[in-house]
């Protein structure tokens, strides 16, 4: 047996070190040359090699441990140290707080979507009617004698195939205005739909929406006022059937003065129960408890669709959730979501076992009475958790992270909103207990935002406790940080 | 000479070795900060991988790190004869790691901490997560010899007078590292070099 022959496995950890003897290199390459298997090995390693190695000569430590360093030994903190690291402390942090602060954007930005998408159809309603009046060329528009010989702009042919009321209709409705005060004008669609526009007098005494219109209606548009003032055009060609003998097909195609007339009755004579028809035919859950008297009194429900008024006051898009049914308890009902942004103390020296998307997250129920506000809330987050005992005779030390689900009761005083932009600061404290029934509290102060009368936005700092027990002894848990949320009121 | 009076003092320290500016801390006071912040630049990469192959926690290796380069410091301070400072200041990591180890109260870890490699390139932690979880399985001895000198890049000499042993008895255990860590590693390192 030759001992001085090399193994293969030899030559080959030599050939990676870079101590090969040159004599044995050509037997070297000749065995990789006819073993496969040796030539992977040899890539394997080389590949592991070279991905230790590079790492090694990259790895630096994190500026807050070289700041500990210097400081130990009482020199400032290196210059260059921190601003070698600090960029991917930086960038270390934003990974981390990306998702939470994703989330907020986009819980922001769905919320002023909803709002200004639920907010404008109600001004638009109300200039779109006086944009169509104004602008309609000639045209797009029939001027037909009325009863009485004078000519009128109440009807139009819309290039959508929209029809206006007739004439007649609007005579008749000027008689209903001067029973039950002015009437708005309604409008009605061959596509089976009949709007409301804001009466004449409201449009042409406003110079603000007149000049709106002027600038940006056009008369093609279709017109769309909000779902509380549409109707269905067959719900109305019954009501007209019912009162007279006029059709749908009359009303719109051949304006004869009785079935214009009876039409016109539908939207303003009262119903059997003494309601308006035109806007009682909607189910009442869609009328907004506090706009009751303006959904069935004309005069009022003008000035509701006034642009002025419509654009300095909040919507309050209640009515568009007919569900919701109006009760004394439920307006006082929010939802809330909130993100957690919080440091643990102590701090955690492992990462939790589990990552599920519900953590450093948590929702709540709250009752709102005057400035105060109660609820219970839901969520859950990491606690780090230090804790110590014997064992078996034996000193025994744990550490987790553990993440832990908590049900908490909360209260919360909103103080008067602060003269800038309607902010309101508030306190809050929060009593209740983990799911695994440790106690836990929670104390926070921030500021609340309410672009609408149903959202709020929030932000503040709160900090928390959480006790366990460990053979008899109690050990707390603490986390500290931001805050960041949004609710919803019904 | 104005280019040169332009230069900061790290950038003076900069073509001195790591001898030279060991003895500096003791024999110039004033330039001491200077020579030590050269000093550490050139050897935290390595000593704070270092700490991490040992002692794996977080905080047990930031306290092995801290502490390292203190013990390092104060021997520059009183004249140490020192011909090998990184290899020096990785065996007064070593030691610090066993004393700790041997002083240390028996500790649970109820979840385990997975390594985090947020010092890393977000590319390259993929293969070094799996090198570093085929180096769990190692035992200590071979994952030390095998890190001085995959990761630290050591000679065998070095190593063997870091973990006094001989120089076969270091072959042996990097060696055996490799084929362990190879045989673990083998079917994700076909997919990793797939990918390259």
């Known amino acids: 047996m030759n001992t001085s022959m090399p193994q293969p496995n030899d030559m080959l950890h030599a050939w990676i070190d870079g101590e090969l003897d040159p004599a044995l290199e050509t037997q070297f390459f000749s065995l990789l040359a006819s073993d496969s298997d040796l030539r992977e090995k040899l890539r394997h390693m080389r590949n592991i090699r070279i991905e230790a190695h590079k790492f090694g000569a990259t790895v630096q430590p994190p500026a807050e441990i070289s700041d500990r360093v210097f400081a130990r030994l009482g020199f400032a903190a290196p210059a260059s140290t921190a601003a070698a690291s600090h960029r991917p402390a930086l960038l270390a942090t934003f990974e981390r707080a990306w998702a939470p602060v994703a989330s907020a954007a986009a819980a922001a930005v769905i919320t002023a979507i909803l709002i200004l998408g639920l907010r404008n159809p109600m001004n638009e309603a109300a200039t779109q009617s006086l944009a169509d009046s104004r602008t309609a060329s000639p045209a797009e528009r029939t001027e037909t004698?009325?009863?009485?010989?004078?000519?009128?702009?109440?009807?139009?042919?819309?290039?959508?195939?929209?029809?206006?009321i007739p004439s007649a209709v609007s005579d008749n409705a000027r008689l209903s205005e001067a029973q039950s005060g002015p009437a708005s004008h309604r409008n009605?669609?061959?596509?089976?739909?009949?709007?409301?526009?804001?009466?004449?007098?409201?449009?042409?005494?406003?110079?603000?929406?007149?000049?709106?219109?002027?600038?940006?209606?056009?008369?093609?548009?279709?017109?769309?006022?909000?779902?509380?003032?549409?109707?269905?055009?067959?719900?109305?060609?019954?009501?007209?059937?019912?009162?007279?003998?006029?059709?749908?097909?009359?009303?719109?195609?051949?304006?004869?003065?009785?079935?214009?007339?009876?039409?016109?009755?539908?939207?303003?004579?009262?119903?059997?129960?003494?309601?308006?028809?035109?806007?009682s035919s909607a189910p009442p859950s869609w009328r907004n408890p506090t706009a009751e008297t303006t959904a069935t009194a004309p005069a009022a429900h003008a000035m509701r669709e006034s642009p002025a008024s419509a654009g300095s006051a909040p919507v309050d898009t209640r009515q568009y959730f007919p569900a919701l049914r109006p009760s004394d308890i439920l307006p006082a009902l929010s939802v809330e979501l909130r993100g957690m942004n919080t440091?643990?103390?102590?701090?955690?020296?492992?990462?939790?076992?589990?990552?599920?998307?519900?953590?450093?997250?948590?929702?709540?129920?709250?009752?709102?009475?005057?400035?105060?506000?109660?609820?219970?809330?839901?969520?859950?987050?990491?606690?780090?958790?230090?804790?110590?005992?014997?064992?078996?005779?034996?000193?025994?030390?744990?550490?987790?992270?553990?993440?832990?689900?908590?049900?908490?009761?909360?209260?919360?005083?909103?103080?008067?909103?602060?003269?800038?932009?309607?902010?309101?600061?508030?306190?809050?404290?929060?009593?209740?207990?983990?799911?695994?029934f440790?106690?836990?509290?929670?104390?926070?102060?921030?500021?609340?935002?309410?672009?609408?009368?149903?959202?709020?936005?929030?932000?503040?700092?709160?900090?928390?406790?959480?006790a366990y027990p460990y053979q008899q002894q109690w050990f707390t848990s603490r986390r500290v940080g931001l805050t960041y949320g949004l609710s919803v009121l019904f | 000479m104005l280019l040169r009076s332009q230069h900061t003092g790290s950038e003076r320290f900069a073509d001195r070795s790591d001898v030279e500016l060991f003895r500096t801390i003791r024999e110039s006071p004033a330039r001491a900060e200077t020579a030590f912040r050269e000093l550490y630049s050139r050897l935290?990469?390595?000593?704070?991988?270092?700490?991490?192959?040992?002692?794996?926690?977080?905080?047990?290796?930031?306290?092995?790190?801290?502490?390292?380069?203190?013990?390092?410091?104060?021997?520059?301070?009183?004249?140490?004869?020192?011909?090998?400072?990184?290899?020096?200041?990785?065996?007064?990591?070593?030691?610090?790691?066993?004393?700790?180890?041997?002083?240390?109260?028996?500790?649970?870890?109820?979840?385990?901490?997975?390594?985090?490699?947020?010092?890393?390139?977000?590319?390259?932690?993929?293969?070094?997560?799996?090198?570093?979880?085929?180096?769990?399985?190692?035992?200590?001895?071979?994952?030390?010899?095998f890190f001085l000198r995959e990761f630290a890049d050591l000679p065998y000499n070095e190593i063997a007078e870091i973990m006094n042993l001989t120089n076969v008895n270091v072959r042996i255990r990097v060696t055996r590292a490799r084929e362990k860590i190879r045989g673990i590693l083998q079917p994700y390192i076909a997919e990793y070099e797939q990918e390259q």
């Open chain 1, 343 to 436: 440091a643990s103390f102590p701090s955690p020296t492992i990462s939790t076992s589990s990552d599920p998307w519900m953590q450093n997250m948590a929702v709540a129920v709250f009752y709102t009475s005057g400035q105060q506000d109660l609820g219970i809330e839901f969520g859950q987050e990491p606690f780090a958790m230090h804790y110590h005992g014997v064992e078996n005779g034996k000193a025994v030390r744990y550490e987790q992270n553990l993440l832990t689900p908590w049900l908490l009761a909360s209260w919360r005083h909103r103080f008067r909103p602060i003269s800038v932009a309607g902010i309101e600061p508030y306190l809050t404290a929060s009593l209740g207990s983990s799911l695994y």
């Open chain 1, 188 to 279: 009605m669609r061959t596509d089976g739909t009949v709007r409301t526009s804001a009466p004449e007098g409201a449009r042409d005494n406003n110079p603000l929406t007149t000049e709106r219109n002027a600038e940006t209606k056009s008369p093609d548009r279709p017109l769309h006022t909000g779902a509380i003032e549409e109707q269905s055009f067959s719900d109305i060609a019954v009501q007209g059937d019912d009162a007279g003998n006029a059709s749908a097909s009359n009303a719109t195609s051949t304006p004869s003065r009785s079935g214009s007339d009876n039409l016109a009755a539908s939207y303003t004579d009262s119903g059997s129960d003494g309601e308006p028809t035109g806007v």
């Open chain 1, 145 to 164: 004698p009325s009863s009485d010989g004078r000519a009128t702009n109440d009807e139009h042919v819309f290039t959508d195939n929209t029809a206006r």
């Open chain 2, 44 to 145: 935290a990469g390595n000593i704070y991988a270092y700490c991490r192959c040992l002692a794996w926690r977080r905080d047990e290796s930031d306290d092995l790190f801290q502490e390292t380069f203190a013990r390092l410091y104060e021997s520059a301070l009183q004249g140490r004869a020192v011909t090998n400072v990184s290899g020096y200041a990785i065996k007064i990591a070593r030691n610090l790691y066993l004393n700790m180890q041997r002083d240390k109260k028996p500790t649970v870890i109820i979840e385990d901490d997975t390594l985090s490699m947020q010092d890393v390139p977000h590319e390259r932690t993929e293969m070094l997560e799996l090198i570093h979880m085929a180096m769990e399985l190692l035992s200590d001895d071979y994952r030390e010899a």
């Open chain 1, 438 to 466: 440790w106690p836990m509290a929670r104390t926070g102060a921030g500021l609340m935002y309410m672009p609408d009368r149903r959202v709020r936005f929030h932000i503040g700092v709160e900090g928390s406790m959480l």
